[in-house]
């Protein structure tokens, strides 16, 4: 039995850690590039070593995949390859009819891997919130405001900004993508600290202005890779919807639930969870 427990430890990681290596060696193949097998083979260990920190109990396990994964595409990819990875790039990728860079990337991780592993982008890879879960207020300290409204707005800014640089035909778009990246960067940052002390949540702006989260949230309503309660343990002590940090109702096992598409899989839940019910 005790092997048993030791051996499912290892299940979730090494799933993570195949999925994504399927992934870089069909990417190799197809594109006949080595920097898919590179990139995707250091994004999925990554990953998987999160994962297995978290299962060997480690406290900062997803802080450290945040890192690791937060930093190679934001300095590397971005800084140092000038890729514009925010959503201007994809838009940007997607007009000039590019298949790589933003596109593949939007593609795994925003598009049709979330029906697998849900928001898990958020929580281990997004190099945005690696500065906000920072923030001193991890635990959200008021209700949830209703202006998830304003995810739609920046979103539909992002595409008529690119739009418009191709009808006019502008020159250089390549440069211009690349400083769209550092401001946008910088305006995301600024937004972000912002809004988390006037709001007293780190995950402010995951709530209501992200744009991403417009691709995110329909697919992440089908993941595979889900928290569930056994209600046979719960008490329903309400612990695990205050730690919480994107308000999530984890206590109903149903895809309707309370923003049930916002779950980042950081298992904050699971750890302060009393009696192992999630």
């Given amino acids: ?17 195949l999925l994504f290596e399927t992934i870089a060696v069909t990417l190799w193949l ?11 083979s250091y994004i ?5 070593i999160g994962f297995l920190l978290f299962q060997l109990g480690y406290k900062h396990a997803r ?5 690791l994964v937060g ?14 990875m925010q959503i201007e790039g994809f838009w940007y990728y997607l007009f000039t009819g590019v298949f790589e860079a933003a596109t593949i990337h939007y593609a795994v991780a925003k598009l049709f891997g979330p029906i697998i592993f849900g928001r898990g982008w958020c929580g281990y890879a997004c190099w945005t919130a690696m500065i906000l879960d920072l923030l001193p207020y991890k635990i959200p300290q008021n209700p949830r405001k209703k202006w998830g409204w304003i995810r739609y707005i920046t979103f539909v800014l992002s595409f008529i900004f690119v739009s418009a640089l191709f009808l006019a035909q502008v020159k250089n778009m390549e440069r211009i993508m690349f400083w769209a990246f550092l401001i946008g960067n910088c ?9 988390a002390f006037v709001l007293k949540d ?6 209501y202005i992200c744009p991403i989260t417009v691709f995110l949230k329909p697919m992440s309503y089908f993941s595979l890779l889900r928290i569930k309660c056994d209600k ?41 969870c009393p009696k192992g019910a999630l």
């Fill in 1 to 17: 039995m005790i092997k048993l427990k030791q051996i499912k430890k290892f299940i979730l990681p090494a799933f993570m850690w």
């Fill in 30 to 40: 197809t594109m006949q590039n080595m920097f898919y097998l590179l990139n995707f």
């Fill in 44 to 48: 999925g260990t990554s990953i998987a």
């Fill in 63 to 67: 802080r450290i995949a945040q890192f």
């Fill in 71 to 84: 930093t190679y595409m934001l300095v590397y990819l971005g800084l140092l390859c000038n890729e514009n």
């Fill in 187 to 195: 305006l995301y940052y600024i937004v972000g600290i912002i809004l």
């Fill in 202 to 207: 780190n995950r402010a702006f995951c709530k």
């Fill in 232 to 272: 046979s343990k719960c008490v329903s002590c309400g612990k695990c919807k205050k730690v919480c940090p994107m308000n999530v109702d984890m206590t109903d096992n149903s895809r309707k639930r309370e923003n049930g598409t916002e779950c980042i899989l950081c298992f904050e839940c699971t750890k302060i």
